[in-house]
């Protein structure tokens, strides 16, 4: 981060650290899904469909986000940043805590799992406001000149967090007996979570608020219904905002998520294999997020992202083969390489998406792009891909469902202007391609 103020530095680090420990959390849940949680709180149906029960209650966060992204924008773009991320961060912390000793089946009957999908709405609700917010405090802190870097450090969240979550579930895994590890060893990691919530806040209570910001309030000039406002000023921008995320989503929860689900059980590979291979994938996207974001610095946010969304798409075609081999050495190769495409698109995305909103609607216009696009995304990516290979019988089918996704992200590049260069201050900004 050298060329930076130690104030924009200081923030940048607390939008790295709360981003990591809200994406810790919700990953947590996304694997306990596909993992523990059908047999857990599902124990009626057939595997199969216990881990389709599973995932359908994860996908309830995913709605969950834009309603998290309207009321915290809107709160973000009238009383300002800081505070809603420090709330963000309570919100997702405790829910976490709450599932952690929340019972199964067995104790609670039907109530365990409508009490499951409830507290994951409430991590959904969280994590709606963190994004947005943690990516314009870095984007709004700092030099113009490095706003691509700057943002993409909120994103290195994701595979921080990731790496998190998984590694202490799978030591846990690996080291307790299943029957040990099923009945309370999964369970320490959202324990921990109520810990760890404390730092993220600690460090979040000592930065400052967002400059560009405090010269909006000081004018007078905050919009009174920021949400209402961003649907008339800005629909393009919304539209661009939505699409080029689609495909983003739908490729990283089937490189991620689906990936489990199909080495355990069509593949019939033991659970530590897929976890060890995103593992390792994530672990390099630590370096390759903030890598592709300065790309975008030097070369734009566009062609950066549209290389990603084409390694993506041609990648795609390889990622299941390689598993089928079921060689464990194949298939870290495969989730390298998927996840360096995910950074090549992930990395200016941040920057790119905020951008596109005037720095009074900013907060609620990029949280609510971003946010709803979850739904049609990662929400329904892991559910898809199971039902196509149950209904076709290869993974072709998800192979083609991630390029149609993928496409679609081209489309919304292709709409957008290319944003490097606009003055965030400006108003409004520009609705053009």
Known sequence: MSGSTPQSRRVILASLIGTSLEWYDFFLYTTAATLVFGKLFFPTFDPLNATLLALTTNAVAFVARPLGGIVFGHFGDRTGRKT??????????????????????????????????????????????????????????????????????????????????????????????????????????????????????????????????????????????PLLEVLRTHPRALLSAFTARIGVDVAFYT???????????????????????????????????????????????????????????????????????????LIIVAAVVALVTHAAMYGPQAAFIAELFSTRLRYSGASMGYQVAGIAGGALAPVIAIKLVDTFGTTLAVSVYVVIALAITALGLAIAPETRDLDLAAEPMPQRT
Do not use: C
């Open 255 to 329: 490189f991620t998520a689906y990936i489990l689900v199909y080495l355990t059980g069509p593949l019939g590979l033991d659970r530590q294999v897929g976890l060890n291979a995103v593992l390792i994938a994530s672990a390099l996207q630590l370096g390759l997020i903030p890598l592709f974001g300065s790309l975008s610095d030097r070369y734009g946010r566009r062609p950066v992202y549209f290389a990603g969304v084409v390694g993506a798409a041609v990648w795609v075609f390889a990622f299941f083969p390689l598993l089928e081999t079921r060689s464990t050495f």
């Open 84 to 225: 809603v991320l420090v709330v963000t961060l309570l919100v997702m912390g405790v829910s976490t805590f709450l599932i952690g000793v929340l019972p199964g089946y067995d104790t609670l009957g039907v109530l365990a799992p409508v009490l499951l999908a409830t507290l994951r709405f409430v991590q959904g609700l969280g994590l709606g406001g963190e994004w947005g917010g943690a990516v314009i405090m870095s984007l709004e802190h700092g030099d113009p000149r490095r706003r691509g870097f700057n943002a993409s450090w909120p994103q290195v969240g994701v595979p921080a967090g990731y790496v998190l979550a998984t590694g202490l579930l799978a030591i846990l895994s690996f080291t307790l007996p299943d029957a040990a590890f099923m009945s309370w060893g999964w369970r320490v990691p959202f324990l921990l979570s109520g810990l760890l919530v404390l730092v993220g806040l600690w460090v979040r209570l000592k930065i400052t608020e967002s400059p560009l910001f405090a010269e909006v309030e000081q004018k007078g000039a905050k919009a009174r219904m």
